[in-house]
């Protein structure tokens, strides 16, 4: 789609229709054949109409390309003006293959290792027709009662850019056959999670032109 016709499709759509597509929800509103086309359930609960449900913007934690087709098809022939969906889910420490935790990984300093792990998992959701991971998870990790520590690298600013910069890999360029696209990272919770008690988030010039080896920070005498 070229940039006039995103302009003209925007043109086309309400305001509502342009609120919902920021809303997420949870695959089970796709799955007709399970839960019909009635609004009984979470739709009542949750005060949503048909209208509302037919153009939310996204789908959380649904596993399987051939769940995600199915249920893109059913959205798709309701969609007014033929949005697709899109796919998201938590990946933090791994898709199918499991590796330690990001706390873990940062403990190696080895932005390098960190990448080809972070690789395996854009590849396995990619083909499992996952759209956007919420990971990396940026946040300095300096609190042990804050329940996402293990979703941190630590709690150094360097460390971290590092880490968060080596599992979020540039955009393709744009003559870029899709096939060899990987997938797209989406580095979470560091605008709605406390702020680090210390030092200030590092500026853009600390962060290094690729990833590379990072030393232990030295020990104070």
């Known amino acids: 789609m070229q940039e006039q016709e995103l302009l003209d499709l925007l043109k086309d759509m309400s305001l509502d229709e342009k609120i919902n597509q920021m809303v997420q929800l949870n695959a089970d509103f796709y799955d007709i054949e399970e839960n019909g086309d009635s609004i009984t359930g979470p739709m009542l609960e949750m005060g949503l109409t048909k209208d509302q449900v037919w153009q939310a ?3 959380l934690g649904t596993v399987g390309a051939a769940k ?3 249920f893109q098809k059913v959205y798709m022939e309701h969609q007014p ?3 697709p969906l899109l796919f998201m889910a938590d990946v933090i420490n791994g898709y199918r293959t499991i590796f330690p935790v990001p706390l873990a990984q940062g403990c190696t300093f080895d932005p390098e290792l960190v990448r080809k792990m972070a690789s395996v998992s854009a590849r396995e959701t990619a083909r499992a027709g996952l759209h956007l991971t919420f990971s990396p998870m940026s946040d300095l990790a300096r609190d042990a009662r804050w329940g996402r520590v293990l979703e941190s690298t630590g709690e150094d600013p360097y ?5 968060t910069r080596a599992r979020t890999p540039p955009p393709p360029p744009s003559r870029t056959p899709r096939r060899t ?3 797209r990272a989406c580095p979470t919770r560091s605008i709605t999670a406390p702020p680090p008690t210390r030092s200030a988030w590092p500026s853009a010039a600390s ?4 990833p590379t080896p990072c030393s232990p920070p030295p020990t104070t005498p």
């Open 207 to 210: 962060w290094p032109t690729r």
């Open 81 to 83: 003006h033929h949005i």
């Open 181 to 183: 696209w990987i997938r």
């Open 57 to 59: 913007g996204s789908v």
């Open 68 to 70: 995600i087709k199915k």
């Open 159 to 163: 460390l971290n850019c590092c880490m």
